[in-house]
């Protein structure tokens, strides 16, 4: 497992252009963008836990049936001072990071006290997500870091906490139709008491469009739900949702904040201090979203420990909820580093499996009915839901399958009825081997695997205008252990689980966690289609013989690169603005294979992209300032002729 766990990642900076074996639908135009970690050791110094590596993003651009891939790490605050100390020097979850020891006894007294109460990491390794038109990697932490898709530049660093009292938020959203954001996390010791909110953050209007404002400042609590022990709230990786409730599982696998508040000074990790109740119960929280309070009933179920949910929906007056159960918390223990890299297989038969199981909560409960009575009267589960003294309900499950984890669906159906769980199958090992398709009306599954290959979290991608729920393909990023065969993205055909194509790379690919498929029709407003008057001003200054014109979009990005040894590159905060688009300038036009070229002051240096039919030109550079004097951008068309057009 050296191969796969142990080895730090080579970025893959520069496109390559993937070898397509197979037909890639021409449908299918987009990116699959994913996060996961890529670096376990810094220097001389290594990470415990395989979930601390630093975030390492990578993509897969598919565009008319060629694939090209490229990958980068996020250059979050956490990689940056790392990279610069070359040895770990901010905390993760798993592995405390320590003062060097040349430091005198200030700064240690000074770590020992951040620590207290500790900021966390911006290393956001787990997920993608999409707010308005932007796009983040996301962590367990209060922080998100803004990226740009399809450059993977790390841009401007948010904090939950400016616009929610959030110390935790979970990496797995929930988004409606509208695309709004519903997230979860956890307010510690808030004013006295300790609360899991979900908050909202609501797509951005046409006029927060215009004015650049981002969603994030309007975001709002939607409901808290008080932990039931104010030092020992629960932890949680995801929720559910359906189309009037939101489902939160408050499961006996608990954060001690005591023991975290001191856990650098007995030089242990945070992680150490999380541990698994089996004597207690998980109790099931259902909030209405009408009212935006929880249903009076109170729901609860066997110790387990939940990871993901899988979907939820109503039916019959109750909710459906489906989920990847464990009996315990030894699948996050399996993860230390030295646990995946010796005795391996020894240590994986420890370890609990997980479980697709399905809970049925009656919404409504009779109050005549007989306490020990199953409330379940429906013919398609073997749930139960028992009523017990006062307003309390003991729910058992459905064992649906064995073996699952990383699941996902047709998003289309998130929250409502649905039939098909694609996800990573498992046998004696939390590694997956296969890609499965399980059919939860029939039972049945259908399965892909191959020697020596190593897939990645199945992502379905429906075909436009799809009528049935399995009108897609399934993309997966496969990584291979065999030196004979190159890793390669997958593509499957959704309905049959049969291989329609896959593009292998000359690069590096690891083991990622979650990601998402970005269209190409979903990009950002910026960078859609010019309108029919900026294209009949375009083609005027071409003439009639010049190709389509585009209207170029100059977007400019600060990066952490000091331009004095002096300055320390965490003063500089990453952000990225456009500063005008052609249609602003009147006469301003570009045609495939222009170059353009600009002063960036005070740095005085330019920079060069070639548009080859994107309508985006970027230009990095630390500063900017507008020039008294109006600077000549020269444009050289297609056909030669030089045009010179002032900005």
Known sequence: MEIIFGRNKKEQLEPVKAQVTGKIPTWLQGTLLR????????GESRYNHWFDGLALLHSFSIQDGEVYYRSKYLRSDTYNANIEANRIVVSEFGTMAYPDPCKNIFSKAFSYLSHTIPDFTDNCLINIMKCGDDFYATTETNYIRKINPRTLETL??????????????TAHPHYD?????LNMGTSVVDKGRTKYVLFRIPA???EAKKEGRSPMKHTEVFCSIPSRSLLSPSYYHSFGITENYVVFLEQPFKLDILKMATA??????????????????????????RTRKLVPTRFYTDAMVVFHHVNAYEEDGCILLDVIAYEDSSLYDLFYLANLNQDFEANSRLTSVP?????ALPLHVDKNAETGSNLIKMASTTATAVREKGDQVYCQPEELCEGLELPRINYAHNGKPYRYVYAAGFQWSPIPTKIIKYDILTKSSLKWGEK?????????????????????????????????KLPFLLILDAKNFTELARASVVAELHLDLHGMFIPEGDWDAGMQAPSKAQQDK????????????IIPTFTFSSVYTPHSTRTSPQIWQPATQTLFTGSAFPGLCASPGDRFSCRARPMRRGWRRRVLGDTTLRFECRELRRESRRAPARAVCAEGAPRTRLL
């Open 452 to 484: 020596d290959c190593w897939p990645a979290e199945p992502l379905f991608v429906p075909v436009p205008g799809a009528k049935d729920e399995d009108d897609g393909v399934i993309l997966s990023a496969i990584v291979s252990t065999d030196p004979q």
């Open 264 to 289: 650098y000074m007995r030089g242990v990790s945070w992680a150490s201090c999380m541990a698994f109740h089996r004597e207690e119960k998980t109790h099931i929280h259902v909030i209405d979203q």
């Open 538 to 549: 375009a083609s005027k200054c071409h003439g009639p013989k010049a190709p389509s014109t």
């Open 355 to 359: 479980n697709l199981r399905r809970f």
């Open 177 to 181: 139709g509208a695309g709004n954001v």
């Open 35 to 42: 996060n996961g970690p890529g670096m376990h050791a810094v």
């Open 204 to 206: 951005a209007g046409p």
């Open 156 to 169: 401007e660093k948010v904090d939950y906490r400016k616009y929610v009292a959030v110390n935790l938020a």
